[in-house]
């Protein structure tokens, strides 16, 4: 049982260039989302799934395009990479409660993304 | 006013003793609150999770919640060397939002 598995861990692109990051999760979690990292500033949500084919925009939805076609996987394309995109970027799978209540996001180790 | 804040840190206290970290919301209507442990070049992953008022331990740790001062803490007792990581509290809202805090910073001196 791998849970949340990113890809690459780390990557460095140039400005202008498009780039997909991949993520998948084996624990057939209904939620998947993607989050940035940066200093200071906390994880803050780009886009999220519910299931397959049906996505939603987060906080910081611009630049970035997602989509989901299984309920595996969840990549998150960069369209147009800038250098305000530089950040560590998770992705996060979360089950739906099925009693109620909220269950906790399981999170992959990240990606490491510097646009020159 | 962000929905949630936590201390930055850094914190750095020698091994065995008491260590508190804190978070504020704004939102009374919260009742989820969640603590995640994030070390060096990894994932955040869920240490404590807990419904409305009060305690709860789990070891070494122990999740407290004042919902009358919208205060959340994380105590870890006899911190050890292994405990130096990032903690972030966590509070989930609406649909799949999330609201993190940007996370402490914890050093534990052998």
């Known amino acids: 049982n791998a849970g949340v598995t990113q890809t690459p861990k780390f990557q460095v692109l140039k400005t202008g260039q498009s780039m997909t990051l991949q993520c998948a999760q084996d624990m057939n979690h209904e939620y998947m989302s993607w989050y940035r990292q940066d200093p200071g500033m906390g994880l803050r949500l780009i886009h999220y799934?519910?299931?397959?084919?049906?996505?939603d925009q987060g906080e910081v939805p611009n630049g970035y395009n997602v989509s989901r076609s299984t309920t595996e996987d969840f990549p998150l394309r960069l369209l147009s990479a800038a250098p305000s995109q530089t950040s560590v970027y998770f992705c996060a799978s979360r089950p739906v409660g099925r009693t109620g209540g909220y269950q906790p996001q399981h999170f992959g180790d990240g990606t490491r993304l510097s646009i020159l | 006013q962000k929905e949630v804040e936590q201390d930055p840190g850094p914190l750095s206290v020698p091994e065995g003793a008491i260590v508190s970290l804190n978070c504020t919301y704004s939102?009374?209507?919260?009742?989820?609150f969640m603590w995640y442990r994030q070390y060096s070049r990894k994932g955040p992953e869920l240490l404590m999770y807990?419904?409305?008022?009060g305690n709860k331990e789990d070891g070494r740790f122990t999740a407290q919640v004042d919902k009358s001062s919208k205060y959340i803490s994380l105590f870890i007792r006899d911190s050890q060397p292994s405990d130096s990581a990032t903690y972030l509290c966590a509070i989930p809202s609406t649909g799949n939002q999330f609201y993190f805090g940007t996370g402490t910073s914890l050093t534990v001196i052998p």
């Open positions: 799934s519910v299931g397959a084919g049906i996505t």
């Open positions: 807990t419904y409305s008022s």
């Open positions: 939102n009374s209507a919260f009742q989820y």
